[in-house]
């Protein structure tokens, strides 16, 4: 394992496009990383970013920075994290991964089983569960504040951003799959799926899941969109006696929750002028919240796991977890039919389908051209 420098950990990030930034921004807060290092094959991100943090070290790529890291944070496309990853640890360095953490359950198992034997941290970034708000809604749940769950619906919806590497349920669903795991403190036992490209003539823009849960026993239904008019953060939870809504946009009251609901009439046989339901009204509340940055709280994370020894709470078996839907997810919308998250238990390779009117290969939902992952622009 790589050793920890005297003056702070050495902690790079691979590829500094947008979120990337945001990770050099926060780790420069940090007290207990004492070096960061860009490592891009643009130069051009280096030197913008050196501007405003002028003590960065810039490295082309991972081979020539991981003798001078203690970890790393990858922030590039899907296709690219496994090699990545296991590239870092092999070399006993610690790794936090952006969601998802790998394009197949079988590629996130072996990532886990390369850190286990290495003895280093895998974290990935599923930055939401890590937001106050997120924290409340679990805590509601916890505490059966809303009654019996009839059903959830979350949607992330807006007009792009289109990925070059991945279709919309990789690119936007992991973070709705893994606020509805952490908030249900459980994982779905079957997915089903539609999904659909219209702009787009490779990769799907659309996608609609439905996940299904066992205990507790609830269906949440989750809608990702590149090509909607307007821009959507939303998670709603009915329950049987109050309905939240968590509106990640509004800049206050990001959580309310709606004192109503509705209870079957009396069975009045065949008097049909009395309504079937009755309906209850109340207070729309909105919780005080602390809020946070997630970011900040998840690398402080990150860092807090590697000298301490903790396990993170988004750890390895956190992001297979969700992988393990995104795969059932792509496969059901393949062949039509609802996917058992058991299927996929010990798995090969997953399904490849060539494309040959378009010359590309489609893994699960990631685009590979030519069979090789993308040297695009890293996120």
Not at 86 to 109: C, N, S
Request: proline share 5%.
């Amino acid at each position: 394992m790589a050793m920890t420098n005297v003056t702070g950990l050495r902690v790079g990030v691979v590829g500094c496009g947008y979120w990337g930034s945001k990770h050099i921004r926060v780790l420069h807060s940090l007290e207990s990383v004492g070096t960061i290092a860009v490592i891009d094959p643009n130069p051009d991100r280096a030197l913008q970013l050196s501007r405003n943090y002028p003590a960065l070290e810039a490295y082309k790529d991972l081979d020539e920075a991981i003798p001078h890291l203690d970890a790393v944070i990858i922030a590039t496309p899907p296709s690219t994290h496994k090699p990545l990853a296991l590239k870092a640890i092999a070399a006993g360095v610690h790794v936090m991964v952006e969601k998802p953490l790998a394009t197949t359950a079988a590629d996130a198992r072996e990532m886990i089983a390369a850190a286990e034997a290495a003895g280093v941290v895998l974290m990935v970034g599923h930055t939401f569960e890590y937001h106050s708000a997120v924290w409340q809604l679990r805590e509601m749940v916890q505490k059966k504040e809303l009654g019996d769950l009839y059903y959830l619906d979350t949607a992330r919806l807006n007009l792009g951003l289109y990925q070059h590497d991945c279709n919309v349920l990789f690119d936007l669903a992991p973070h709705d799959v893994s606020i509805l795991n952490y908030v249900l403190g459980a994982t779905p036992v079957s997915v089903q799926c539609w999904s659909s490209h219209h702009a787009n003539a490779k990769l799907e823009d659309v996608g609609y899941l439905r996940l299904h849960y066992k205990n507790p026993d609830v269906t949440a239904n989750v809608h990702v969109s590149w090509l909607d008019p307007c821009k959507v953060r939303r998670v709603t939870m009915v329950g049987s006696q109050k309905m939240v809504i968590f509106n990640d946009l509004a800049s206050e009251e990001r959580i309310k929750v709606h004192d109503k609901g509705v209870s079957q009439g009396p069975q009045l046989g065949d008097d049909l002028t009395q309504p079937p339901m009755s309906y209850r009204y109340g207070d729309v509340v909105s919780p005080h919240l602390v809020m946070n940055e997630p970011l900040m709280v998840e690398d402080e994370h990150f860092v807090d796991c590697i000298l301490t020894g903790l396990t993170p709470l988004t750890s390895g078996a956190n992001g297979l977890a969700v992988v393990e839907v995104l795969e059932a997810a792509q496969l059901s919308a393949t062949q039509g039919r609802e996917v058992l998250i058991e299927e996929l238990a010990g798995n090969g390779p997953a399904k490849v389908v060539l494309d040959k009117a378009n010359g590309v290969i489609h893994q699960n939902g990631v685009l590979h051209q030519n069979g090789s992952a993308p040297v695009g622009d890293l996120r």
